[in-house]
């Protein structure tokens, strides 16, 4: 099993910065991908941004450019940084790991942006 905890989401104006930061622990072998997911009230949950065991990165249209998303293996733990939050940005971010068994979640860390 894999444990997540995630932590960093707020409440934030239009335009300002939050860092998401997801630590992993447990049995960590055989992971590939590392990502965050969001859900907005009465919307399915969306990809926001992934990175691969090799560097390769993912990102939603929505986000590119504001979002970045990096990972220290030393720490175990995945970061999303996000700047020039909008309102449309305001969801439950979860954070994701996929390895050689299956799918990991979070339990979910609210961003929320003011107009």
């Known amino acids: 099993q894999v444990q997540l905890a995630e932590s960093g989401g707020g409440l934030v104006q239009t335009g300002g910065s939050l860092r998401l930061s997801c630590a992993a622990s447990g049995r960590l072998f055989g992971i590939y991908a590392v990502g965050w997911y969001r859900q907005a009230p009465g919307k399915q949950r969306e990809l926001a941004a992934t990175?691969?065991?090799?560097?390769?990165?993912n990102y939603a249209d929505s986000v590119k450019g504001r979002f970045t998303i990096s990972r220290d293996n030393a720490k175990s733990t995945v970061y999303l940084q996000m700047n020039s939050l909008k309102p449309e940005d305001t969801a439950v971010y979860y954070c994701n790991v996929k390895n050689i068994v299956g799918d990991y979640w979070g339990q979910g860390t609210q961003v929320t942006v003011s107009s």
């Open positions: 990175v691969t065991n090799g560097g390769s990165t």
